[in-house]
């Protein structure tokens, strides 16, 4: 029943007792990614400049009614 977090404690560098407290998808991908670059050898990407353009955000529809 718990295979599928096991496997994911196997590949992330978190313990396993914390996956559920991880946050959001980037919580468990960051860390992965850069425990790939490390494995490899290869220097992590730098932090890239600010756009100088403001942020436009992103669309929300909600498609029901009622106390959600």
């Not at 980037?26 to 353009?53: C, D, I, K, T, W």
Request: glycine share 10%; proline share 10%.
């Amino acid at each position: 029943m718990l295979a599928p977090s096991f496997a994911l404690a196997r590949m992330a560098p978190r313990p396993y007792h914390r996956l559920p407290y991880a946050g959001t998808a980037m919580g468990m991908f960051e860390p992965m990614m850069v425990r790939a670059y490390l494995h490899v050898g290869q220097a992590l990407p730098g932090v890239q400049s600010p756009v100088q353009e403001a942020h436009q955000g992103g669309a929300v529809t909600l498609f029901a009614e009622g106390v959600l």
